[in-house]
């Protein structure tokens, strides 16, 4: 499979979807740094971990920004746990590398609701490693408590709440206390326009009982005329109110 990967990226552009990128990149780079004693490790978890930093022209993090929420999720889980292991080896990240995945977990927030599913606009979501054990993915905060604990930061930590069972058997004991040690903070923003995105987002506060709305516009596709298509999902006191 290495080899296969290997060979796929050698011969790979960049106008492939950038979750295939990420997948193939990660991929490479686990098992070339988890298999040491194989002669071609070195190569594999270089040329992986090049790719997913940036340092070739295949992917880049403006790239990875505008995707859809269904691609982004498993592309932060991935970097996650490629974070880990780089963790655990004393690797430290280079601050562009920071900077580009805390903005790939900052931009998922408004889509959030207040029970930790995300909004039902576009396609269903992927599976995701660490919980498809669990059945259909619902709660998605996950992902940014297990952010907050690689990227030592307090607002992800304030948005993911809890440190939940699939972290505690990745992480372990020091992971949970990590979380734990983080000082507090407030999330922002409460309102976001995203005029390139055509959606607003509004919303009460961060705990399971607030308020949310996000509005979305756009050209529907069997209007002869280019007439505007108006989607809404309201979430008041936690339930949801209505959508269309």
């Known amino acids: ?43 594999w978890a270089a040329r992986g971990w090049d790719i997913l930093q940036w340092k070739t022209p295949l992917l880049t993090v403006e790239r990875l920004l505008p ?23 004393r690797f430290l990240l280079a601050p562009p590398v920071i900077e580009g995945i805390v903005k790939l977990v900052e931009q998922l927030s408004p889509f959030l609701q207040p029970d930790g599913s995300l909004c039902r606009f ?45 972290l505690f058997w990745w992480f372990g004991e020091d992971g949970r206390k990590e979380f734990a040690e983080l000082p507090s903070a407030t999330p922002k923003p409460l309102s976001a326009l995203f005029p390139d995105k055509a959606f607003a987002m509004m ?24 007439l505007p298509a108006v989607r809404a999902q309201v979430v008041g006191d936690g339930e949801l109110r209505g959508m269309g």
């Open 1 to 43: 499979h290495g080899h296969a990967v290997y060979e796929s990226l050698q011969k790979a552009s960049a106008q492939q979807p950038p979750l295939s990128l990420v997948s193939q990149a990660a991929f490479l780079y686990l098992i070339g740094t988890m298999l040491p004693e194989y002669r071609y490790s070195k190569i």
């Open 67 to 89: 995707g859809s929420l269904a691609a982004q999720l498993p592309m932060i889980e991935l970097y996650c746990l490629t974070f880990t292991v780089r963790k655990a080896n």
């Open 122 to 166: 576009g396609e269903e979501p992927h599976r995701l490693l660490l919980t498809s054990m669990y059945g259909p993915i619902q709660d998605i905060r996950y992902l940014f408590s297990m952010a907050a604990v690689l990227l030592k930061n307090p607002a992800f930590a304030a948005i993911g709440k809890t440190f939940s069972e699939p």
């Open 203 to 226: 919303r009460t506060g961060w705990d399971e009982m607030s308020s949310y709305c996000i509005f979305s516009t756009g050209i529907r596709r069997d209007a002869k005329k280019g």
